[in-house]
């Protein structure tokens, strides 16, 4: 196996707790979510509780749907076969299997001790906070993430971040969780997401996780918000496509510059 891009000191190190942006403000003051250090504390917490069962969760709170996702953002990254794409927030390695089936070389990224203790998948991993990636600039070709955007600390700073460590050309390809816009289907998954998955989460898993992750979604920047961000931090071809229906959603944008 080809190894990883050594680490690098190409930052000063993990970002100190200040004032948190202005979506993540208003998520706090809307749903009275921690934000800064605090969120920091709760997410690392939250998903080494969930480990044990995350996936079978998963698959359970999407019908399945979640596999199928993965696999389309994998093919959305569009690069050749043998690039080395970093999977941030990679949990238990459902993507990084998808991955390396798609041909590429995996590496895995996670904040959690307790998922990357679960991840059986036989990649490299790495535990790393998303806003402080231990990489040298330029040395990946691209990044997925599923589902994890919203528990950042500081998504901004996350996204320069990748701007830093993707090459001249490299893709990003984020999964996020959505809202349906119209119809029966906003309104059924509304009713499933906020309050049949807590308490799947509670019968099979962690009670109070399962709770927090869809109030969680107020952390969200608009779709407008999250292409300015990407678009500051050294992207071009930003791209926001619903999928299922607009149960999920699909976030795809190139590193400009050139290779």
Known sequence: MTEPPSPGPPSPGPPSPGSAPAYETAAR????????????????????????????????????????????????????????????????????KILRSAGFRPLGLDLS????????????????????????????????????????????????EFGRVVRPGGRISLLEVSEPDHGLLRIGDRIWFRRVVPLIGGALSDRAAYRYLP???AYLPSTGQLRSMLMEAGFSAVNRRALSGGLSQLITATRRGRR
């Not at 203790?117 to 599923?146: K, R």
């Open 215 to 217: 109030e969680s979604t």
């Open 29 to 96: 003051l809307a749903a009275d979510l921690p934000t800064g250090a605090d969120k920091t504390v709760l997410v690392r917490s939250m998903f080494d509780a969930i480990a044990p069962r995350y996936d079978l969760v998963n698959r359970l709170m999407t019908f399945g749907l979640d596999v199928r996702w993965r696999k389309q953002s994998t093919r959305a990254l569009g690069l050749p076969v043998g690039s080395l794409v970093v999977d941030l927030a990679c949990g238990t390695g459902d993507f990084l």
């Open 113 to 160: 001790w307790g998922m990357l203790g679960a991840n059986h998948t036989g990649e490299p991993l790495v535990q790393a906070d998303g806003a402080w990636l231990p990489l040298t600039s330029g040395s990946i070709d691209g990044i997925t993430c599923g589902y994890a955007l919203r528990n950042f600390t500081d998504l901004a700073t996350v996204f320069d």
